[in-house]
């Protein structure tokens, strides 16, 4: 067996077995890693290099600054300002659904439906209404959002990181507009979507008090992270982890002024709680396997069958990067995929003579709204099932899908249209 198939071997066994063992996939990530390092196919010396460190630096200090601010009281506020503006229950999940997707522009997504699903909670008790419908919303627009901004999901970080590009590059790129208004725009054909779901909700609503404020200053710190990072887009030569380290940055000065101001350990221990070391474990081993299949010529293997399967047709294989990704990360968690496809789609954009924008773009739009077709596509909606379940409702595969699928065809299918335009 040659280095190459072997190679393929290993990579198609570490994909099943992160597929068969969700829970422990990056324990499967980091022991695929080990083992291409012992067969030699990535050099120990190589190992380093393979990681991308400015993506998981950006990774653990979002999540670090994204608990303060929870932990803040602010998200709540906002939801209850917002919801003292609406007539009924209808605009209530308008509204509330929309906040949820502005929120998760800048924050993780399961974090988004941690902090907005009480809020929901709360209304539908008050209105003697299942929470179902609503917290399904919140999750799948949750995720649509997540791939308008930089910092607005693991994909997006991934991406941007992959791609070299820059917090305003999602929003202006090479003089055109970026993934941002494609998301954007299928953001706003999804209220009509919304509005037809919850029709028959007309009851009145109102909110008795708003929740108070504990702290502002993560509020100002998650500001300043986007600030700093859009003008860190306009440094033309900085070291690759400079995003990263401004993340790191701001979350350690929100630790350290949160020690002082508490005299406690408790905003260390919060903060640390809540960054998700498991996926920066899957992460740091995912590169590594992908440095090592990309070393054995398998992502060039791929990507070549793939270009021979489209008939090197630019338009045909936009079309099966966004709608393969969309039925893919139905079933399969979209972050192995991602970080699998990006190298995969910069070669065939070479060997297409493409633009590699329009496939990236395409990749992260299918990718990232594809797991909204099923209750499991997507860890926002297996958190929101999971908090529904526990204040006692079931949540059927019926009940979601009649959400999931026409909000995910509906956005995609904009998102799909607006990037082909502008890009192709």
Same mark, same amino acid.
């Given at each position: 067996?040659?280095?190459?198939?072997?190679?393929?071997?290993?990579?198609?066994?570490?994909?099943?077995?992160?597929?068969?063992?969700?829970?422990?996939?990056?324990?499967?990530?980091?022991?695929?890693?080990?083992?291409?390092?012992?067969?030699?196919?990535?050099?120990?010396?190589?190992?380093?290099?393979?990681?991308?460190?400015?993506?998981?630096?950006?990774?653990?200090?979002?999540?670090?600054?994204?608990?303060?601010?929870?932990?803040?009281?602010?998200?709540?506020?906002?939801?209850?300002?917002?919801?003292?503006?609406?007539?009924?229950?209808?605009?209530?999940?308008?509204?509330?659904?929309?906040?949820?997707?502005?929120?998760?522009?800048?924050?993780?997504?399961?974090?988004?439906?941690?902090?907005?699903?009480?809020?929901?909670?709360?209304?539908?008790?008050?209105?003697?209404?299942?929470?179902?419908?609503?917290?399904?919303?919140?999750?799948?627009?949750?995720?649509?959002?997540?791939?308008?901004?930089?910092?607005?999901?693991?994909?997006?970080?991934?991406?941007?990181?992959?791609?070299?590009?820059?917090?305003?590059?999602?929003?202006?790129?090479?003089?055109?507009?970026?993934?941002?208004?494609?998301?954007?725009?299928?953001?706003?054909?999804?209220?009509?979507?919304?509005?037809?779901?919850?029709?028959?909700?007309?009851?009145?609503?109102?909110?008795?008090?708003?929740?108070?404020?504990?702290?502002?200053?993560?509020?100002?710190?998650?500001?300043?992270?986007?600030?700093?990072?859009?003008?860190?887009?306009?440094?033309?030569?900085?070291?690759?982890?400079?995003?990263?380290?401004?993340?790191?940055?701001?979350?350690?000065?929100?630790?350290?002024?949160?020690?002082?101001?508490?005299?406690?350990?408790?905003?260390?221990?919060?903060? /640390?709680?809540?960054?998700?070391?498991? @996926?920066?474990?899957? =992460?740091? !081993?995912?590169?590594?396997? &992908? *440095?090592?299949?990309? +070393?054995?010529?398998?992502?060039?293997?791929?990507?070549?069958?793939?270009?021979?399967?489209?008939?090197?047709?630019?338009?045909?294989?936009?079309?099966?990067?966004?709608?393969?990704?969309?039925?893919?990360?139905?079933?399969?968690?979209?972050?192995?995929?991602?970080?699998?496809?990006?190298?995969?789609?910069?070669?065939?954009?070479?060997?297409?003579?493409?633009?590699?924008? /329009?496939?990236?773009?395409?990749?992260? @739009?299918?990718?990232? =709204?594809? !797991?909204?077709?099923?209750? &499991? *596509?997507?860890?926002? +909606?297996?958190?929101?099932?999971?908090?529904?379940?526990?204040?006692?409702?079931?949540?059927?595969?019926?009940?979601?899908?009649?959400?999931?699928?026409?909000?995910?065809?509906?956005?995609?299918?904009?998102?799909?249209?607006?990037?082909?335009?502008?890009?192709?």
């Amino acid at each position: 067996m040659n280095e190459t198939t072997l190679a393929l071997v290993l990579f198609f066994i570490t994909y099943m077995l992160m597929i068969a063992f969700q829970s422990w996939r990056f324990l499967v990530a980091a022991g695929s890693a080990c083992i291409f390092v012992t067969l030699g196919m990535m050099p120990l010396s190589q190992v380093a290099d393979a990681i991308d460190w400015n993506v998981l630096l950006m990774l653990a200090g979002t999540m670090g600054t994204v608990a303060l601010f929870i932990d803040s009281k602010m998200p709540s506020r906002i939801a209850d300002l917002l919801l003292s503006k609406c007539r009924n229950a209808q605009w209530a999940a308008v509204s509330i659904s929309l906040f949820a997707g502005a929120v998760s522009a800048f924050v993780d997504n399961v974090a988004t439906v941690l902090m907005i699903a009480p809020v929901a909670l709360a209304i539908c008790k008050k209105l003697n209404t299942s929470p179902v419908p609503m917290l399904i919303t919140i999750s799948v627009s949750s995720n649509l959002q997540g791939a308008a901004t930089l910092v607005g999901d693991t994909t997006s970080i991934m991406l941007g990181g992959y791609a070299h590009l820059s917090f305003l590059d999602f929003f202006v790129l090479q003089g055109r507009a970026g993934i941002f208004w494609a998301v954007e725009l299928g953001a706003i054909a999804t209220v009509p979507v919304i509005m037809i779901l919850f029709r028959r909700d007309k009851e009145p609503i109102s909110v008795p008090a708003l929740t108070p404020v504990k702290d502002f200053f993560p509020t100002y710190l998650l500001l300043c992270t986007v600030l700093l990072l859009i003008c860190a887009s306009f440094v033309p030569e900085k070291p690759d982890i400079t995003n990263g380290v401004i993340c790191m940055a701001l979350c350690i000065v929100g630790i350290v002024r949160g020690l002082i101001r508490e005299r406690s350990l408790r905003v260390l221990m919060t903060a /640390l709680r809540e960054i998700d070391y498991a @996926t920066l474990i899957l =992460l740091a !081993g995912l590169f590594v396997v &992908i *440095g090592g299949i990309t +070393n054995a010529g398998v992502v060039d293997l791929i990507a070549a069958q793939i270009v021979r399967f489209g008939g090197n047709n630019p338009f045909l294989m936009y079309t099966m990067i966004v709608w393969g990704s969309v039925l893919i990360s139905a079933f399969v968690d979209n972050i192995p995929y991602v970080a699998t496809m990006l190298p995969v789609v910069s070669s065939i954009a070479a060997m297409m003579n493409t633009n590699p924008i /329009l496939l990236y773009f395409g990749l992260l @739009t299918g990718a990232t =709204l594809g !797991g909204n077709l099923t209750p &499991i *596509g997507a860890s926002a +909606n297996i958190a929101a099932i999971g908090i529904l379940n526990r204040a006692g409702y079931q949540v059927t595969g019926r009940d979601f899908m009649r959400i999931g699928v026409p909000f995910t065809l509906t956005a995609v299918t904009v998102g799909y249209l607006f990037n082909w335009f502008l890009w192709s």
